[in-house]
């Protein structure tokens, strides 16, 4: 299992960010996948998590209707579209398998993360 986040960087407030997850070793449709965020001194925070068809998605408060998931099931991407962008919205974001799930973040399988930082 290999999960490698990209397409973070600097964005305005207001502005928009395309996270991707390329995922590997695994038969990606089977899981259901998740994004999760990390502040500096903060906790790790659940953000979203899609179904395996891409059919059921789930977001935390604080970014419903500005952030959507999705995923290509073809190319084994997950995907996280940031809009109206706040700045406390900074943070690296994580991609996992599973629902709510951190269960690859951490470890080996899990990638380095991608980081957002929202400032004017």
């Known amino acids: 299992v290999q999960l490698v986040e990209s397409g973070g960087g600097l964005a305005q407030p207001g502005g928009s960010l395309r996270l991707s997850c390329a995922a590997s070793?695994?038969?990606?449709?089977?899981?259901?996948m998740s994004w999760f965020r990390q502040a500096p001194g903060k906790e790790l925070e659940w953000v979203s998590s899609i179904d395996g068809n891409g059919n059921v998605a789930n977001y935390t408060d604080s970014v419903k209707g500005r952030f959507t998931i999705s995923r290509d099931n073809i190319e084994s991407t997950l995907y996280l579209q940031l809009d109206s962008l706040k700045t406390e919205d900074s943070a690296k974001y994580y991609c996992t398998r599973g629902w709510k799930s951190k269960m690859d973040i951490g470890t080996p399988r899990g990638g380095q993360g991608t980081q957002v930082t929202v400032t004017s």
């Open positions: 070793g695994f038969r990606f449709i089977s899981y259901y």
